[in-house]
Every structure is written in structure tokens, then in C-alpha cells.
């Protein structure tokens, strides 16, 4: 029952790590674009990269976790 709680968290963390990253740049490129609209593209770019990289980090740390879990069983 303990290994199954913490393999709980681990999938929790997994899940709220990228939700910050997605939040947080989502809310620098709002600013962003507030402040110099000119360079929209710029910030696209460098926005929808800082998203794919959390989004792989979070893949790979979902599968680490199932394997976790299948080999908990």
C-alpha cells in the first residue's frame, strides 16, 4: 500500500509540473505581448519550445511511472 501511494504522487507530480510550465509561460508571453506586440513571432516561437520540452519532460516521466507501477504488481 505505501509503494502504491507514492507511485500516486509520483503520477501527481507528473501531471501538475507541466500545468505550472504551461501556466507560467503562458503568463510571460501574455506579458510579453502586452508590452512590445511587434515581436509576436519571436515569442510564439520561444513559447510553443518552452511548451514541447515540458510536455516531453512530462511523457518521459509518465512512462517512468508506469513502469514503476507494473513493476510494483
Known amino acids: 500500500m505505501n509503494r502504491n501511494l507514492s507511485l500516486i504522487i509520483i503520477f501527481g507530480l ?3 509540473g507541466p500545468c505550472m510550465v504551461f ?6 508571453s501574455i506579458s510579453a505581448l502586452g508590452r512590445n506586440p511587434s515581436s509576436a513571432p519571436k515569442i ?4 510553443v519550445l518552452a511548451m514541447a520540452f ?10 517512468i511511472g508506469f513502469q514503476l ?3 510494483s504488481q
Open 14 to 16: 507528473c501531471v501538475l
Open 23 to 28: 501556466a507560467a509561460s503562458a503568463y510571460a
Open 44 to 47: 510564439f516561437t520561444a513559447m
Open 54 to 63: 515540458a510536455e516531453i519532460l512530462a511523457f518521459i516521466a509518465l512512462l
Open 69 to 71: 507501477f507494473s513493476a
